[in-house]
T-cell receptor
Framework: KNQVEQSPQSLIILEGKNCTLQCNYTVSPFSNLRWYKQDTGRGPVSLTIMTFSENTKSNGRYTATLDADTKQSSLHITASQLSDSASYICVVSGGGSYIPTFGRGTSLIVHP | DGGITQSPKYLFRKEGQNVTLSCEQNLNHDAMYWYRQDPGQGLRLIYYSQIVNDFQKGDIAEGYSVSREKKESFPLTVTSAQKNPTAFYLC?????????????FGQGTRLTVV
């Protein structure tokens, strides 16, 4: 069964600090992996997409990594800001279906 | 602007009533989806549609119904058979070509049973 597991479930950090969120998946064959940011009460918005051949991709202060061999991805947030407080969702496509598999998300709270 | 629009943003339903959530997209996407999100939970797939006049049940379709009469529209009806409908509902759409297809989400509808 296609699964996406995210850790930690929640995270609290101080403004200006860095943090890393983890995503492990079993989806096979792999097509792509996306990280979404979801602000409270709003729809998710795509941050990055990674395909099989990509190891690292950055979007401003967000850097995603992918290890397709171990089926792991991480999202690193540098110099966190209060506006980074949100849920971060890992979504993996593949597994013989065009329906993507969603992780449960990591809830990040950034305190001043 | 191109995008996907859900309405209303907030919806209140009395027990025993059916309510319909609207989802419209002008991205020319073939695929559309409805998800349900409960507090602290991930997104769960209710229904999806790959093409006009065709749709498939997702993981939690019981108590819900959909239609896809137009490519741009994919309304979701929450029926009285859904025993716990209070949740945040998200509609999404995506193209089905290529390996880098992105799902675009609406802003969601928060449904509350009163």
């Amino acid at each position: 069964k296609n699964q996406v597991e995210q850790s930690p479930q929640s995270l609290i950090i101080l403004e200006g600090k860095n943090c890393t969120l983890q995503c492990n998946y079993t989806v096979s064959p792999f097509s792509n992996l996306r990280w979404y940011k979801q602000d409270t009460g709003r729809g998710p918005v795509s941050l990055t997409i990674m395909t099989f051949s990509e190891n690292t991709k950055s979007n401003g202060r967000y850097t995603a990594t992918l290890d397709a061999d171990t089926k792991q991805s991480s999202l690193h947030i540098t110099a966190s800001q209060l506006s980074d407080s949100a849920s971060y969702i890992c979504v993996v496509s593949g597994g013989g279906s065009y329906i993507p598999t969603f992780g449960r998300g990591t809830s990040l709270i950034v305190h001043p | 602007d191109g995008g996907i629009t859900q309405s209303p943003k907030y919806l209140f339903r009395k027990e025993g009533q059916n309510v319909t959530l609207s989802c419209e997209q002008n991205l020319n996407h073939d695929a559309m989806y409805w998800y349900r999100q409960d507090p602290g939970q991930g997104l769960r797939l209710i229904y999806y549609s790959q093409i006009v006049n065709d749709f498939q049940k997702g993981d939690i379709a019981e108590g819900y119904s959909v239609s896809r009469e137009k490519k741009e529209s994919f309304p979701l009806t929450v029926t009285s058979a859904q025993k716990n409908p209070t949740a945040f509902y998200l509609c999404a759409s995506s193209s089905q070509t290529g390996t880098n297809t992105e799902a675009f989400f609406g802003q969601g509808t928060r449904l509350t049973v009163v």
